[in-house]
């Protein structure tokens, strides 16, 4: 039985090996060689493109790129932890219903939902129009930067209080009694035995905002009106408009490999609270 | 009850199931058609599918790059497409494209004989004219009570954040380069620099770039101005707007014509065109013209629209005069100094 159930693995593998292998050892040998890509014989080894990178203008656009995320992210930490706490606290027949609530939006496709912003958002838009009606000044929100966040925070927040919600969830209400017997006020409860406990939770959740926010180039060339240039637009016009591969290559690989060392910096804050609970999702 | 549905569900499933079969069965011809998005009256399609037995596969792109780079690629199996001048120059020089057989397309005597022989295609072999048109200003006179006829309104600092551009790299710079008097096709990296800089100054006032939303945001009110090619002028006329214009500035403009070709690794050539002998016979190609807004290059088929809507025909938008003409030119393909130009639009957006 036990070598049996092996080969039920063998068609994930094929899977992966198809689809995410393959594809991601052509993008490494596609970004250190240079040629034209259409004639394999004449493409030779160079790091050309990792070199173009260096240079100020595409620096900016990463600096800028990981500091939108970045705020993203803390805001995503922000809302969505009082959010998660107070699912987790309702009473068990609410619980479904208000997580519900929280997750309809995502089967909408996310194109149309940022589309939708843009109707509310822009300059003689439902906001504004509405703030016209009540006599209030109106507002220059889209496009722009604020847009953007305001996008991507809109977007990825689920991804924030969904893990955080799970381990919530998980703390057993006996462990905050005893908390609380032993003299603890709510905000020492919270501080000093949910929080430590949540932080796998807030782990997984900040990876799961991060990583889209810091690649996405819908949010930004809709909400920023194409003036935001990020990374995932630039990586994108190399393939759609300038048709040079090689450059695109190696920014998604310097891309990756910047997502993977904040995820290590991530894992090393999750390692010294092991006690928390699994992992999640 | 619950089993009764499910049995009716699982009958009209099976029902569905077999009447699709017949179509796996009869090995129909497929031609598979890429086209920009809302460029032609998809009517045609269905009654070309019907008098041939031919089924038509369409799909869409939104810039003449795209469709570019999608072809390049390889492993793509289009039968007709549709790029502009430029483009067709760049696919001929690369062997990208098909010669196509003008004694299989009688109707070709349609086409206007200013339309033949342009220097992207000398020989008409490789491309049949389907629209053209211009590149202008489109603006709304509830908020601009000037005359548009300078590119300098787009750098005019009163209406700051209701101007639109287009993300589009040969337009949006070919009208800095026009603004500062060179060719739309200037080589001259001096003359492209002044242009970028041109335009990164222009970037604070604007409130952005953009494509298919132009027309949605200009019926909405959300800009006074926008950067546009003129079939988007048509295209408001004729859902019944009238407080949107069109105008191509002093300073001369892009004229642009797009094509039907065929590409080189084409498996059903004949097929394609018959296609394009269809679009031109001239009740296909003036319901076209008029379904979809641009100028049609077609003879018999503006006769015709002349007689159903002759102010139509007199709008600068839809047929610009000789004189306007005149002053426009033809994009050609930049070449070596592509790269230069690709550099230069990025640095205007990361600016």
Known sequence: MKNKSKYLAYPYVIWMAIFIVIPLVLVLYYSFTSGNIHDPGS????????????????????IKSFWLAFLSTVLCLLFGYPVAFIISRAKMKHRGLLLLFFLVPIWMNFLLRTYAWMAILSPNGFLNR????????????????KAVVLGMVYNFLPFMVLPIYTVLAKIDKNVLEAAMDLGANGLITFVRVILPQTIPGIVSGVTMVFMPAVSTFVISRLLGGGKELLIGNLIEQQFTVHRDWHFGSALSIILMVMILISMAVMSKVDAGNEQGGAALW | ????????????????????????????????????????????????????GIKVNYELYDTNES?????????????LIFPSDYVIEEMIAKGMLAKIDLSNIPNYQY?????????????NEYSVPYFWGTLGILYNTDMVTETVNSWDILWDEKYSGKILMLDSMRDTIGVALKKLGYSVNSTNTKEI????????????????????????????????????????????????????????????????????????????????????????????????TESVGYATPNRAALELLKESSPEVVEMEAYYPSEEVLQRCEVFVDLGSVKEFYNLTWTQILAD
């Not at chain 1, 509405?130 to 930067?145: H, K, R």
């Not at chain 2, 469709?67 to 390889?74: F, I, N, P, V, Y």
């Not at chain 2, 006032?205 to 939303?213: F, P, Q, R, S």
């Not at chain 2, 892009?254 to 050539?269: G, R």
């Open chain 2, 67 to 79: 469709m570019l780079a999608k072809l390049e690629t390889g492993g793509t199996y289009y039968d």
């Open chain 2, 111 to 123: 086409i206007e004989s200013r339309f033949k022989n342009l220097d992207y295609d000398p020989n």
């Open chain 1, 130 to 145: 509405v703030l016209e009606m009540i006599g209030l000044p109106t507002l220059a929100i889209m496009p722009g930067q």
């Open chain 1, 43 to 62: 493409l030779k080894f160079s790091v050309e493109s990792y070199g173009k990178f260096f240079d100020s203008l595409y620096l900016n656009i990463i």
């Open chain 2, 1 to 52: 009850m619950k089993k009764f549905f499910f049995i009716v569900i699982t009958f009209i499933l099976l029902v569905m199931a077999i009447a699709t079969l017949p179509g796996c069965g009869q090995n129909r011809v497929v031609l598979n058609v890429f086209n920009w998005g809302d460029y032609i009256d998809r009517d045609l399609i269905s009654k070309f599918e019907k008098e041939t």
């Open chain 2, 193 to 288: 620099e002044e242009a970028k800089n041109l335009l990164i100054q222009q970037k604070p006032i604007i409130n952005g770039y953009y494509v298919d939303e132009i027309v949605d945001m200009m019926i909405n009110g959300d800009a006074a101005l926008a950067l546009t090619w003129s079939g988007s002028a048509m295209d408001i006329y004729w859902q019944g707007i009238d407080n949107i214009q069109y105008a191509v500035p002093k300073e001369g403009a892009n004229l642009w014509f797009d094509c039907m070709a065929i590409p080189a690794n084409s498996q059903h050539k004949k097929e394609a065109e018959m296609f394009i002998n269809f679009m031109l016979d001239p009740e296909h190609a003036y319901q076209n």
